[in-house]
């Protein structure tokens, strides 16, 4: 069973793969939001961009390091963005704040706001929740490396 799951994980996507290792079942929208934001930030992908190695590592990261941010810079005729580190970012915000932000957000690419934007409210209060709940961690990610400009450390190039 175990060599056949690595071995579909290899060529799969990556985000789907870490979803399908899950051992624990599914919260249900009823369940404890900080259980429920935990299975959406592993489910939604949130971590194979905010957390350090995450994807590369098949999703075997510390929990203490989720959504801590990281230091790969993707780069495109948009500049250079990294991703935020959101447990900084919204030890910052009330859950009303954290709401206004992704409903009038529009960051830069690779980030898919349209999914985060799509979401339910509850299930938003869920990653504001789970979020907070494990608190303000690591540094900033890197500033933004605007058109033009040479990033310094490891980028994700786009054509
Ligand atoms: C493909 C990579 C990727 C994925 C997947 C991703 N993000 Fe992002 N995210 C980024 C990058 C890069 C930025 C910074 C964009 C910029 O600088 O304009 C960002 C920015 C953000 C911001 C804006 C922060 C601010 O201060 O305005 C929020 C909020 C955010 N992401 C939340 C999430 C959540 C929640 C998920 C999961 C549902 C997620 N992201 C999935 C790459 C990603």
Redesign the pocket.
Known sequence: MKPHVQASCAAALLAACSAGLAADPAPTESSDPVQRGRYL?RI???N???TPNYAPSLGQVDEKLWLTGDRLG?SGPWGT????N?RL?LAGLSEEQWLH??RN?Q??P???WF??RSMSEADLKA?YAYTRAMGAAGEPAPA?VPPGSAPTGPVVRFP
């Open positions: 930030v939604a992908g949130c194979d961009c905010h993707w963005t990294y991703a935020t959101l970012r932000l992704v957000m960051p830069r690779p980030m898919p999914n985060l990653i933004f």
